[in-house]
């Protein structure tokens, strides 16, 4: 179970947890978003008619009586380099660890090795590849016990595609035709080529992105109003709105624009987007040896730059280990009056990882839960504050390896969720 919560359009948290069953036998079980029910003759997964498996019917997390199905990771970031482990338990009906069982895999999107045999343990693995598609991919395992089979599910949640809308302008005159680039990144940041976009208040409805992920049309409009330009690929989407005037306002900052790229960048020490504004004249004319100043809400970026022939003042925006968006301002001082552009660099893929140091405990049991934090790039990162829910402690502190350790119990036969939050 893990996700991202937000603070306001700045902060974000990242938000990791398990589920704790506990069996009738007095006994509780730790494990990943697993839900304790018995499957019975008809178990909970797809059917096979003779034309495929069929996944309409698939669940997110099933346990059946002689199967229990784990992912590590349940979150990769959408690409073709996410890689989760598939752990696969197979037991008879008194519990006991069944050896040499074959067990089969099969996904809904992204590849997952076909198929491997229980160890001593009874434990079977296999690897899923991820796919540059926001989605959730749907995990099916299943094995011959006895003379009938057992399946269970799980799925892994793909995320972190993005679609960025820029247009050359954001405001222009009546009947001009408008540049727009639509950008497609995977959850790495990777453009991704090939892409079939979708398309909403352009001259093209659809398109395919380029080597580069980048697709280009034009927005036109022959009356006054705000054109709203929309994209979606691969389950993101993204839209920028461009105004369309009779004649120009000069209140509005049409005459300095603001990029970044790229406008996602992994959430680690030193990485960094590059920054780029365009100041124009009110004739559209790129105007030279003007200081444009830039701020950013968090991390740190060169204060200032002035524009080169092309109208052009760059900065460099360096971001930090923590989930968030930073909000980028670009600035330019004329007479009395302040012409002012934004864009946002989104930071992501800090890693919160829980482990409990066993997978059965009896009732009032304390089990010791190891909780790792790392960046986006897999460090450690030391001295995080640590918010948890269901443990025994409200809070904790990442030691220098990155590292807190809390305790669970139960007295009781429920299932028991925790989980952790920080960054």
């Given at each position: 179970m893990a996700k991202v919560q937000g603070h306001g359009n700045s902060r974000l948290k990242r938000l990791i947890g398990f589920c704790i069953p506990i069996a009738a036998f007095a006994v509780f079980l730790l494990s990943c978003n697993v839900t304790d029910r018995d499957l019975g003759d008809a178990p909970i997964g797809p059917s096979n008619t003779g034309g495929g498996l069929d996944t309409t019917s698939w669940m997110r997390d099933s346990v059946s009586r002689n199967m229990r199905l784990f992912a590590t990771p349940q979150t990769l970031k959408a690409g073709n380099k996410g890689r989760s482990t598939l752990t696969v338990l197979?037991?008879?009906?008194?519990?006991?660890?069944?050896?040499?069982?074959?067990?089969?895999?099969?996904?809904?999107?992204?590849?997952?090795?076909?198929?491997?045999?229980?160890?001593?343990?009874?434990?079977?693995?296999?690897?899923?590849?991820g796919v540059p598609r926001n989605a959730d991919a749907r995990i099916l395992a299943f094995a011959n016990v006895g003379d009938s089979t057992a399946v269970v599910g799980t799925s892994v949640h793909l995320e972190g595609m993005t679609v960025t809308v820029t247009p050359l302008s954001m405001d222009t005159l009546i009947d001009a035709a408008v540049p727009v680039t639509v950008t497609v990144r995977d959850g790495d940041g990777e453009a991704v080529a090939a892409?079939?976009?979708?398309?909403?208040?352009?001259?093209?409805?659809?398109?395919?992105?380029?080597g580069s992920g980048s697709f280009k049309t034009t927005v036109k409009s022959g009356t006054e109003t705000s054109a709203k330009v929309s994209a979606t690929a691969l389950g993101a989407s993204g839209s920028a709105n461009i105004g369309f005037w009779k004649t120009p306002f000069f209140s509005r900052s049409r005459t300095l624009l603001l990029f970044a790229d790229p406008p996602r960048i992994a959430a680690?020490?030193?990485?960094?987007?590059?920054?780029?504004?365009?100041?124009?004249?009110?004739?559209?004319?790129?105007?030279?040896?003007?200081?444009?100043?830039?701020?950013?809400?968090?991390?740190?970026?060169?204060?200032?730059?002035?524009?080169?022939?092309?109208?052009?003042?760059?900065?460099?925006?360096?971001?930090?280990?923590?989930?968030?968006?930073?909000?980028?301002?670009?600035?330019?001082?004329?007479?009395?009056?302040?012409?002012?552009?934004?864009?946002?660099?989104?930071?992501?893929?800090?890693?919160?990882?829980?482990k409990p140091v066993k997978d059965e405990a009896l009732l009032n049991d304390t089990v010791p839960v190891a909780i790792h934090v790392r960046d986006a790039q897999g460090r450690a990162l030391p001295d995080v504050q640590l918010t948890l829910k269901g443990a025994l402690q409200s809070s904790l502190r990442t030691n220098p390896s990155g590292t807190a350790t809390a305790t669970v119990a139960s007295s009781t036969l429920q299932t028991v969720s925790v989980s952790a939050s920080a960054l």
């Open positions: 197979v037991f008879d009906d008194n519990h006991n660890p069944l050896r040499g069982r074959l067990v089969r895999f099969a996904a809904s999107l992204g590849t997952v090795t076909a198929s491997d045999t229980t160890d001593a343990e009874g434990a079977a693995t296999a690897v899923f590849s892409a079939t976009v979708k398309l909403q208040g352009a001259s093209a409805s659809e398109g395919v992105t380029d680690a020490n030193g990485e960094i987007a590059h920054i780029k504004a365009i100041l124009y004249d009110d004739s559209h004319n790129p105007v030279a040896g003007k200081r444009v100043t830039f701020s950013a809400s968090q991390g740190l970026i060169t204060p200032s730059d002035t524009t080169d022939e092309s109208g052009v003042a760059e900065a460099v925006f360096q971001g930090f280990a923590q989930n968030a968006d930073a909000l980028i301002t670009a600035s330019y001082v004329q007479g009395d009056s302040t012409r002012i552009a934004t864009t946002s660099v989104t930071l992501a893929g800090v890693q919160i990882e829980m």
